[in-house]
């Protein structure tokens, strides 16, 4: 069973900086996406940012201008990079790595970490 170790986070002054990353164990077939979302106190889930293997990216409005995301060649980790961080950056972020285990795989599943802690002071 694959799974997503997630490193980076932690206490951030206001306007630092913030790396996330996060590796797959395993191989699979094909990885459609990989991302990272974030969850503040009391709130839903959002996206941050995605990539695909060809390199096509989507950030949240609150981030862009903010974040860089980038996949490895191996397609096993996602890394994200913020800038100029802001106490709305705070919450808990996860990983997502959309993959398909096999080539006769019914289709793609979503994996996802266990989350990192993120908090910027006001």
């Known amino acids: 069973q694959e799974r997503l170790v997630e490193s980076g986070g932690g206490f951030v002054q206001p306007g630092g900086s913030l790396k996330l990353s996060c590796t797959r164990s395993?191989?699979?077939?094909?990885?459609?996406?990989m991302g990272w979302y974030r969850q503040a106190q009391g709130k839903e889930r959002d996206l941050v940012a995605t990539?695909?293997?060809?390199?096509?990216?989507i950030s949240a409005d609150s981030v862009k201008g903010r974040v860089t995301i980038s996949m490895d060649n191996a397609k096993t980790t996602v890394t994200l990079q913020l800038n100029h961080l802001k106490p709305e950056d705070t919450g808990v972020y996860y990983c997502?790595?959309?993959?398909?285990?096999?080539?006769?795989?019914?289709?793609?599943?979503?994996?996802w970490g266990q989350g990192t802690a993120v908090a910027v002071p006001s």
């Open positions: 990539i695909t293997p060809r390199g096509d990216t």
């Open positions: 997502l790595q959309e993959i398909m285990y096999y080539k006769f795989s019914t289709g793609y599943v979503e994996l």
């Open positions: 395993g191989s699979v077939f094909s990885v459609k996406r």
